[in-house]
């Protein structure tokens, strides 16, 4: 499915019905190429390593996916009405495969979408772009007809090098994907900013130390703790600057209270919710047997929705409109004040901004976002400050919902990127 019919299709249908911002949430991880633009898959270059045999950030194979001149860039981006004033070159786009670990620290493997400018300096900057929400498997960045390549092409085509990881299992990768395990999702992103590097070289367009990192939703969440992670100078990497875009920063203050008292969209919860506690009960068991936690019916059949095959809205349509409805009153209860493993697994997963970064921060948000209310970001912005440093909160507007503050936000982070680069902002 092109981007243009999955935005049309998801707005004109399903999004009426309450759950607007679970689609494309999704899609602005990225934008869908069309399929008149599509490259046929091509042949992987020659391996310098094998699976078995990797090191993490170790590249196993570079597939390239699409080349998009810098109308055909403007023409996409105009799908969803975002803002093409940056837009100075075409893309070329590429799935990389590479080695990485499993939330056990177990070798596996995962790909990851690189793209690079045609056209700009020889040695381009780094862009990590992490994806919002994707409970499909192809939808992630480096996926098929149907996957996310938006804001990826957007920071390419303003010159700068562009690594946006998958995450595990998504993509190529083997396995289910651990949603919101933050730790899992900071190494798959940092080993994908390794294989880059070396695709970079292959390719010739050898790419600079400086990273800048950018992410929506559940990537702006990522963007903050991988930022932490690159902040402590390792693999010869430099962060230049952070811009998170509605990230669920403060799980425990604002993101899970917002599931009970309104503030999130009842039916987007429920995606969510549902998401996040199958997911998680893989890594730190939560419950022996889902009817603990989910009412009939959907205890029977909710993990099975989350297996990378199902597309979202169909998730959605499987799915009742409310938390009170999926869960069991004990579940409910725990929902609305955590504790016990619930409680420990939000606490291991929270707290990406209890830190102190070096680079300029710059966090987004929008004033009518009912799937990551403008407090995440203000309380990241608190928790910053407590350590003496001053991250602006740029608002997308009191009417910019969760799509319409990413379709807003990242045509200003390109450009504060370019600031940052010409030395004009801080």
């Known amino acids: 499915m092109t981007i243009t019919q999955h935005s049309k299709q998801l707005r004109g249908q399903w999004l009426r019905r309450g759950a607007a911002a679970v689609a494309l949430a999704a899609v602005l991880g990225g934008i869908a190429a069309p399929a008149a633009l599509a490259a046929p898959a091509a042949r992987a270059t020659a391996t310098t390593a094998t699976a078995a045999t990797a090191a993490r950030g170790d590249l196993l194979s570079v597939v390239p996916l699409d080349t998009l001149d810098r109308d055909q860039v403007v023409a996409e981006l105009g799908t969803l009405g975002i803002d093409p004033a940056t837009v100075r070159y075409g893309v070329r786009a590429y799935r990389l495969t590479y080695a990485t670990v499993d939330p056990q620290g177990r070798p596996s493997t995962a790909t990851g979408l690189f793209v690079l400018p045609r056209g700009g300096p020889h040695r381009p900057d780094l862009v990590s772009d ?16 149907g996957s996310n390549r938006l804001t990826p092409y957007l920071h390419a085509s303003a010159g700068r090098a562009v690594a946006a990881p998958d995450y595990l299992g998504l993509g190529g990768g083997p396995g289910s994907h651990p949603y919101m395990d933050t ?7 940092v080993d994908m900013l390794k294989a880059a590097r070396t695709a970079a070289d292959r390719l010739g367009r050898p790419v600079s130390r400086d990273v800048y990192a ?69 890594l730190h068991p939560l419950y022996e047997d889902p009817a603990e936690v989910f009412r009939a019916p959907y205890a029977q059949a909710v993990e099975g929705l989350f297996d990378g095959s199902h597309q979202v809205q169909d998730i959605v349509a499987a799915l009742p409109a ?99 680069r010409q030395g004009r902002s801080s």
């Open 214 to 282: 950018t992410g929506f939703s559940q990537g702006g969440q990522v963007a903050m703790a991988l930022g932490r992670e690159l902040s402590r100078g390792r693999d010869g990497l430099r962060l230049r600057a952070l811009a998170p875009m509605a990230g669920p920063h403060d799980l425990l203050g604002t993101e899970f209270p917002g599931l009970t008292d309104g503030r999130v969209d009842p039916r987007v919860g429920v995606f969510y919710l549902s998401y996040f506690l199958t997911a998680q009960n893989r």
């Open 322 to 420: 409310t938390p009170q409805e999926l869960l069991t009153p004990q579940w409910v209860e725990n929902v609305r004040s955590p504790r016990g493993a619930l409680l420990e697994v939000i606490r291991a997963n929270d707290g990406v901004c209890d830190w102190k970064p070096a680079a300029p921060v710059r966090l987004y948000a929008g004033g009518a976002d009912t799937d990551v209310p403008a407090a995440n970001s203000r309380a990241c912005a608190a928790d910053l400050a407590r350590h003496g440093v001053r991250a602006k909160v740029v608002e997308a507007g009191p009417d910019a919902d969760h799509t319409a503050t990413a379709v807003r936000s990242a045509p200003q982070v390109v450009r504060w990127f370019d600031a940052i």
């Open 130 to 145: 992490t994806h919002g929400t994707v409970a499909t498997r192809d939808d992630a960045p480096s996926g098929g007809a």
């Open 183 to 189: 730790r899992s999702s900071v190494t798959a992103s």
